[in-house]
């Protein structure tokens, strides 16, 4: 470790894309250089030198889409975080660490209950920490609910970055879904981002099938490779051509097609919602991952008809974080043949390419000030 900042070293997101909605003109998205000083450390606040931070469809949403932050820009965004503590809660300085994308209260009602990853106090870096994102050289974060790296081998400390959200985040849906040992489960939008966590978690965690939804020929033929037994591209169909392959599967293999299944909603789009929707049946459950700004249509009778389930999730708790990391570490959960690195001074071409989908894997920023 080096001397400790004065200052943190920034890209900010000045100005998000943005269209009138009288006249129709479009306002370009800015990402300008920043340095700002390192706030003065209140008590349980630790210093961390990013390592990495990855690069999510969220922020994506916010620069492009109108999706809005807590914290109005100027604001620096990312929250995939991975890194070493340099100053603050003396027990933890020169630890490595990932900073878990949403931190709760743990303090509230909603704490209390088990759900702090829906926390309404809760922190999230690049959105509800002040000015505070992970596209910077230092953040300043709570130490209570840090994730301490030990033992992490060959792995890159920058890579375990993606462990902060699109590694957990699908560990999180599983716990919603109370996924276990013999399920069925769908996982449209398989592979994307956090799709292909979510193959491999509902894998790891005793799924019996796992069926892969998604567009991408290519990607799908290597999600194969990881938790995915049979897949369904997608592409120029709608949701009764995906219901009707999906059923031919379950023939071919001697499975339920109309109950039992458990489906998990990564894409946020209104195809995939649909998509979600139609496949949906007796005892099913539905885990809504993915974020869309579209409305959708659907008759809520069935649920009742059905006896099934539709259900939210947001983020991971904090408290599942040791049990990702180990299953990364030990090798259940794969991250290295789903990244890449760039240094951080390349994030107005990544953000670019990535809006327009160049990227087949996730790309995590490394500083370069």
């Not at 300085?93 to 303090?107: D, H, L, T, W």
């Not at 040992?181 to 939008?189: H, K, M, N, R, S």
């Not at 794969?334 to 990227?359: A, C, Y």
């Amino acid at each position: 470790m080096g001397d400790i900042p004065k200052r943190i070293e920034t890209w900010q997101m000045v100005q998000p894309w943005a269209k009138a909605r009288d006249t129709g003109k479009v306002t370009e998205g800015r990402l300008e250089r920043a340095s700002i000083p390192v706030p003065e450390l209140q008590n349980g606040e630790v210093l961390v030198e990013i390592a990495g931070c990855g690069v999510c469809h969220t922020d994506l949403g916010y620069f492009y889409d109108g999706v809005p932050t807590v914290t109005k820009p100027p604001l620096t965004l990312g929250h995939e975080i991975s890194g070493t503590v340099v100053a603050g809660k003396g027990d933890m300085i020169g630890k490595e660490i990932i900073i878990p994308a949403v931190m709760p209260c743990n303090r509230c009602p909603i704490c209390a209950q088990g759900r702090g990853n829906r926390c309404l106090a809760q922190k999230m870096p690049g959105n509800s920490l002040g000015n505070m994102g992970g596209f910077s050289s230092h953040i300043v974060v709570p130490a209570e609910d840090l994730c301490v790296v030990e033992n992490r081998g060959e792995i890159p400390l920058s890579h375990l970055a993606v462990i902060a959200d699109a590694a957990t985040t699908p560990y999180q849906a599983a716990m919603r879904a109370d996924l276990k040992e013999g399920d069925l489960a769908v996982i449209i939008g398989v592979t994307g981002g956090v799709g292909v966590y979510m193959a491999q978690m509902a894998k790891a965690l005793g799924a019996k099938t796992v069926i892969g939804i998604a567009r991408n020929p290519e990607k799908l033929e290597r999600a194969l490779k990881y938790g995915v037994d049979f897949t369904i591209n997608s592409i120029d169909k709608g949701p009764k051509d995906v219901q009707g392959e999906f059923r031919e599967i379950c023939k071919a293999n001697g499975l339920p097609h109309n109950y039992g299944w458990k489906i998990f909603e990564i894409t946020g789009t209104a195809a995939g919602q649909e998509i979600a929707l139609t496949l949906l049946s007796f005892i099913g459950k539905l885990v809504v991952i993915g974020f869309g700004m579209q409305k959708n249509e659907y008759s809520i009778s069935r649920l009742m008809a059905f006896d099934s389930d539709i259900i939210g999730t947001w983020g991971c708790l904090p408290q599942y974080y040791p049990v990702v990391l180990e299953m990364v570490l030990q090798g259940q959960i794969q991250i290295e043949p789903f990244l890449e690195t760039r240094p951080m001074s390349q994030i107005q071409r990544v953000f670019r390419d990535q809006h327009e989908g160049k990227f087949t894997k996730r790309i995590v920023l490394t500083p370069d000030f």
